[in-house]
């Protein structure tokens, strides 16, 4: 069963950079109370962090972590494995998934263990391992970056919030199984839509400026068609700066749902956001060595934002990379519920830092549809024929209140979505898969 998602997992691999939702540790053996505890006790602090990932196989050399290949004397890790680890240590226990993904610069095979967040109650040490984890403690995900003990009043709030929030979803998933509903926001100003469609317009002319620089066929073009996105906040407060929109970018981003968020930062040179204009922006496809023709569409974002609380984001489809399949034929039946979904929750969070928002705007645009047909990589879905779209190009506008993005986004997404699913053979848009996908996505699952 082909899985595009892990191809994220690719970019972590490549570029490691440790972070509070990261944490890269070296091969253990988890046929050893010291390797099991080590591995709890940094999935009970990502756990309480809100989910992440934990990468084996790197070694920290003068300062830079270095793939390395799996010893002989180290067995091979298990999903069954690392979750007996999680079990034996942690109350209450959760479950983990285990890939294993290879480095596509070192070759060497990796371990990336997606730990899940979302958890109602602090999860807490049940035993102790002398030298590596006690008993009855609570550990967290700290600056640094570092797994320990919660301590401070400041650690054990932010803690205790995101265990309410999470109960609070719960309870959301609860009555929406009973009543679905949604109460539409409403429309914004005339001035207000005008300004967005032209910020839009500026974004697509910035992106195309910076293609026209390189040839037709180099993936970061993304010949194959592209996913637009773009958000308006509302009535926020704006930036005062380009500085302070950076630091209030980094603050949305400490939550991250999969392994290439929207709106991301990779540390490399020539990657790295900067400053364009009265523009935050980036361009990951911008060719910076030898390597430029390996790249993915799906890893090849251009995107800005402004200080108003403006974002626009273009992406390639992730499935116009998978080996063996030609480019522009397929569209897996999750990808638009989760890219639409991620960027909602993305501005939502950045809505917290741009005071009194009142609703965000959204506008999309999917192309390069003509001949696709709907996949189901997954299999959480049934399809029982191709559904083939004949329609290349698609806009899709629709606005929520940042509550609503939070509480019932499966809601906002299903009318927002369903005109572009029925260009796919009639396909409808059923809203118990989109509240399952969105399920998925928020729990940090694959």
């Known amino acids: 069963m082909i899985m595009p998602l892990l191809d994220d997992f690719e970019q972590l691999l490549a570029i490691p950079r440790e972070d509070v939702s990261v944490e890269y540790k070296y091969w253990l053996d988890l046929t050893t109370n010291n390797g099991k505890a080590t591995m709890a006790k940094a999935a009970i ?3 309480n962090h809100g989910g992440g990932f934990i990468i084996l196989g790197y070694e920290e050399v003068a300062g830079r972590l270095v793939s390395g290949e799996r010893p002989q004397n180290i067995p091979p890790i298990t999903q069954d494995a690392v979750n007996g680890a999680v079990r034996r240590y942690a109350d ?17 095979n990796h371990i990336v263990v997606s730990v899940p967040g979302g958890q109602s109650v602090p999860v807490m040490s049940r035993r102790d391992c ?3 984890i006690q008993s009855n403690r609570c550990y967290i995900r700290k600056p640094g970056p570092r797994s ?35 109460v539409e926001a409403e429309a914004a100003a005339p001035g207000i839509v005008d300004e967005f469609s032209a910020f839009i317009r500026g974004a697509q002319g910035r ?11 180099m993936p970061s073009s993304l010949p194959s068609g592209h996913c ?3 958000l308006s906040l509302v009535d926020g407060e704006h930036a005062p ?46 060719p910076i060595d030898e390597h430029a023709m390996n790249q993915e569409p799906a890893h090849c974002d251009f995107w800005r934002v402004s200080r108003v609380g403006q974002l626009y984001m273009i992406r390639g489809y992730k499935e116009d990379q998978i080996e063996g399949l030609q480019p522009g034929t397929r569209m897996d039946i999750s990808t638009p519920i989760w890219r639409i979904a991620e960027t909602l929750l993305f501005g939502s969070r950045l809505a917290e830092a741009f005071d009194g928002t009142t609703q965000i705007l959204i506008w999309s645009q999917f192309s390069g549809l003509q001949g696709r047909a709907l996949t189901n990589s997954h299999g959480r879905h049934l399809l029982l024929d191709d559904r083939v779209s004949r329609t290349d190009v698609i806009t899709l506008e629709g606005r929520a209140e940042p509550a ?17 699913y029925e260009r796919f053979d009639f396909f409808d848009l059923p809203g118990r898969l989109v509240d399952e996908e969105v399920n998925h996505l928020r729990r940090g699952r694959f």
């Open 404 to 420: 609503q993005i939070q509480a019932n986004l499966a809601e906002v997404l299903l009318p927002l979505l369903a005109p572009l």
């Open 241 to 286: 700066s380009l500085i302070e929109l950076n630091r209030r970018l980094a603050a949305a981003r400490r939550i991250k749902l999969t392994g290439w968020d929207p709106f991301i930062l990779v540390p490399v040179p020539g990657w790295e956001p900067y400053a364009y204009e009265d523009f935050v922006e980036a361009w990951v496809g911008r």
């Open 92 to 108: 209450p226990e959760f479950h983990v998934e285990v890939y294993e993904v290879s480095n596509p610069i070192s070759g060497f």
């Open 207 to 217: 992106w195309n400026q910076l293609v026209a620089e390189v040839p037709a066929e």
């Open 45 to 47: 602090a990502l756990a």
């Open 148 to 182: 320990e003990e919660a301590q401070s009043r400041d650690e054990w709030r932010a803690l205790l919030n995101k265990c309410i929030r999470a109960q609070r979803d719960d309870m959301l998933d609860a009555i929406r199984a009973i009543v679905t509903g949604r």
């Open 130 to 132: 002398e030298g590596v």
């Open 228 to 230: 637009q996105i773009a």
